[in-house]
């Protein structure tokens, strides 16, 4: 029962990456209709921007919230840049598009930064395991701060006027234009906010997977299976979906296919997603007249 208990606690702090990822890859899909491949090699960007500060000397903290602001940056400027000229292009170049974005993102990591695994520091340590021997410190931690992340950006969206403009403007583009909201800034500020969700994600994670251009790839292919679980139109879903695949990770890796075959558990996941409810566990079912 102890190994169960464990194997649920890690499970829980996994999912809360895979939580991170999966609401920033819905906010994206909001926004275009379209799912963002290269959402992981932005978070593994901004990872090596976090690890160069730390090298040049900054504390933890400071680089943690200032790779925040980069990403942030870059978000915006990959969408004003790239994915509004070809916003009403037919899906097959939106595809490309999302596709060369991670080719690029994904290759200019490794030129800069080299290919070598580094690795990454954690801000959480302790003498030995916590809660009985069931959780690490580092995972604890970074669960702490993946479920602040997802309650801010909750009470964002929530409460104040730019998170409800930012909702309308990825419900109803058209709606909110006629009330005044500026449609194509919402939607770029979108773009930012998700690549500052995944790079939290990807800060948290580097220190567990060590840091390296592909060490997204994996945890990118569960968040999507997570997004897909919960519904890839509804962000609380997707977060829910993505504690769930984290769980269901762990179970299955150590009581089922074993460790070496955990990634298998994603793609049944989104397969079995996909044949028997296409919409998700919390998704909305949509209907369209051809």
Request: net charge positive; aromatic share 10%; with cysteine.
């Amino acid at each position: 029962m102890d190994g169960l208990a464990h194997q649920i606690v890690a499970g829980i702090a996994t999912g809360g990456i895979y939580a991170s990822v999966a609401l920033a890859i819905v906010m994206i899909y909001q926004a275009t209709h379209h799912v963002n491949f290269a959402q992981g090699e932005m978070a593994t960007l901004s990872c090596f921007i976090a690890w160069s500060m730390v090298q040049a000397g900054l504390p933890y903290w400071v680089a943690f919230f200032g790779t925040i602001v980069v990403s942030f940056a870059i978000g915006v400027v990959v969408e004003r840049i790239l994915i509004r000229p070809v916003a009403n292009a037919p899906v097959l170049t939106m595809v490309g598009v999302f596709i060369g974005l991670l080719l690029i993102v994904g290759n200019a990591t490794g030129w800069i930064f080299g290919y070598t695994t580094k690795v990454f520091p954690s801000p959480f340590t302790s003498d030995g395991p916590l809660l009985g021997g069931l959780v690490s410190a580092h995972e604890l931690g970074s669960t702490v701060v993946t479920l602040t992340v997802l309650t801010l950006v909750w009470a964002f969206f929530r409460f104040t006027k730019l998170g409800l403009a930012m909702r309308a403007a990825a419900y109803n583009p058209r709606s909110s234009r006629l009330v005044g909201i500026r449609v194509g800034w919402m939607l770029a500020l979108g773009w930012g906010l998700a690549a500052a969700i995944g790079a939290v994600a990807g800060m948290m994670v580097a220190p567990v997977v060590f840091l390296d251009p592909t060490m997204m790839l994996g945890i990118l292919l569960y968040a999507f299976a997570g997004a897909l679980l919960g519904g890839i139109d509804n962000p609380m879903g997707a977060v829910l979906g993505g504690f769930a695949v984290g769980v269901l990770e762990n179970l299955a890796g150590a009581y089922v296919v074993g460790t070496e075959l955990k990634l298998t558990v994603a793609l049944a996941i989104i397969i079995g997603v996909l044949v028997v409810r296409p919409s998700g566990l919390f998704g909305r079912v949509v209907f369209s007249r051809v």
